[in-house]
């Protein structure tokens, strides 16, 4: 069990990194503005600095482990990685996947056939919902898992 503090107080997860995949039906249906066959997923919420990346890994390229600075939110938009915890365990990432790194977590990031990602930091990103409240569990087709 990790307690994580943040300027509105210390929340525990028994876990960290988190693994979404983002399946449709996981979704809430947007109607608003005459939308169809469109769905959100909220993940996350935050506050303080915020910043949005792209970051290109080539083939085989590694960002080493280190403390990540904010709550980081990654996820592949083309190719496909990895990212790894503390424990060093490679949890592969595809699109329709993201993780979710908290501030201060050591983490390192790679890929062996090159990706590009998006990475938005927030100061104070807390998860919300099922990441929340997540597991060790291994990760079951299309649903959450660490």
């Known amino acids: 069990m990790a307690d994580i503090a943040s300027d509105s107080g210390t929340y525990s997860l028994k ?16 109607t608003e503005f005459e939308s169809r066959d469109a769905t959100a997923l909220e993940f996350g919420m935050g506050s303080g600095d915020a910043h949005a990346f792209f970051l290109r890994i080539e083939r085989g390229g590694i960002i080493g482990p280190h403390p ?28 329709g996947q993201a993780a979710l790194i908290a501030r201060g977590e050591m983490h390192s990031k790679g890929s062996e056939a090159g990706m590009t990602a998006l990475m938005v930091q927030v100061r104070e990103l807390m998860p919300v919902g099922s990441w929340a409240t997540l597991s060790n569990a291994p990760e079951a087709g299309g649903a959450i898992s660490t």
């Open 68 to 95: 990540a600075g904010f709550g980081q939110v990654f996820a592949p938009v083309q190719g496909s990685g990895w990212v790894a915890g503390a424990d060093g365990a490679r949890r592969e990432l595809r699109p």
């Open 15 to 30: 876990s960290i990194m988190r693994i979404l995949t983002f399946d449709a039906q996981l979704g809430q249906a947007i």
